[in-house]
């Protein structure tokens, strides 16, 4: 239910209103922005709403059943708060979002209309269209464990309980040679075997991609020389000289939790489960049905 405050329902009642919408998004960065459909800048709740790059929103479509209401903003690229680079590089991906109504007269007089998250991003060549999503997103999201061969745990979480801080399972590097968009030769990583730091991450410290994280897909070594391969190339390149900390990885097989990292005790998989081979074999005469252990 909409909290309307007298102020704001007098000036509704009034027949000529002055009203306009407020977006105020908040990025997994911790970074927030202010943007409206007015011709000029607002401020409320500590925040400024500009226009040099505010958001053309379509109508609101919401229903009463569980699905997902969802309402489009559409901008341009040519701020710089907003750049075609961050939306490729994911700054923007599920970032929280406040839609308010909001009288541009008075400020004071607004409510909030809905909450919710970024969702799809389209884009041209000059601008963007935005999906928000209703809180009801969160519903169509897993939650608990899942019942797999594998283990379900984030490598170093608390549920897996591996400590990769630890010198066995990172180390510094810096690339030498760019050898594609997604694969560098390093230094600093001669003391680990190849495929080590397959499916672990790499996290850049310096060049135009520090801070930020990116996974590995292969490790090799030739001539004592790291080959790192990512799993997408970075949307701004990599540069020779550039510093990283890599990452340890696993594939969440029970026999890679206790030969690499001795950790069997905190697997989190079922790995006796039956697989698809069990579920399509047929009755045959030589045996293997009788419910013992496959």
């Not at 609101?60 to 590089?89: N, P």
């Not at 994911?90 to 970024?118: K, S, T």
């Not at 510094?172 to 001669?190: H, M």
């Amino acid at each position: 239910m909409k909290n309307i405050t007298p102020d704001l329902q007098a000036h509704l009642d009034d027949g000529t209103t002055t009203l306009s919408w407020c977006w105020r998004i908040a990025r997994a960065d911790g970074v927030s922005f202010g943007f409206t459909d007015h011709d000029r800048t607002l401020s409320f709740d500590s925040t400024t709403f500009e226009p040099e790059s505010g958001l053309t929103a379509s109508e609101v479509r919401s229903g009463s059943d569980l699905s997902v209401d969802a309402q489009d903003a559409e901008s341009v690229l040519t701020s710089d708060r907003i750049s075609e680079t961050d939306i490729l590089d994911g700054r923007w991906d599920n970032a929280e979002v406040e839609v308010w109504r909001v009288n541009w007269a008075d400020p004071a007089q607004r409510v909030l209309m809905r909450r919710g998250a970024i969702g799809q991003i389209r884009r041209g060549r000059l601008a963007f269209v935005a999906e928000v999503r209703s809180l009801a997103h969160v519903l169509g999201q897993t939650v608990g464990r899942t019942f797999q061969a594998t283990c379900d745990a984030a490598l170093g979480d608390a549920r897996c309980g591996v400590d990769l801080e630890a010198p066995a399972f990172k180390g510094n590097g810096t690339v030498l040679d760019l050898l594609r968009d997604r694969a560098f030769t390093a230094s600093g990583l001669g003391g680990f075997t190849s495929g080590w730091f397959t499916f672990g991450t790499v996290e850049w410290t310096t060049g135009t991609n520090a801070g930020r994280r990116a996974e590995i897909i292969a490790h090799d070594v030739s001539d004592g020389i790291a080959v790192l391969t990512l799993l997408e190339a970075p949307v701004r390149s990599i540069a020779e000289s550039d510093a990283f900390i890599v990452r340890a990885g696993c594939d969440k097989r029970m026999e890679t939790c206790g030969a690499k990292f001795a950790n069997i005790a905190n697997f989190r998989g079922f790995p006796h489960i039956p697989g698809q081979d069990a579920v399509l074999r047929y009755a045959t005469k030589d045996g293997g049905h009788e419910g013992a252990v496959l």
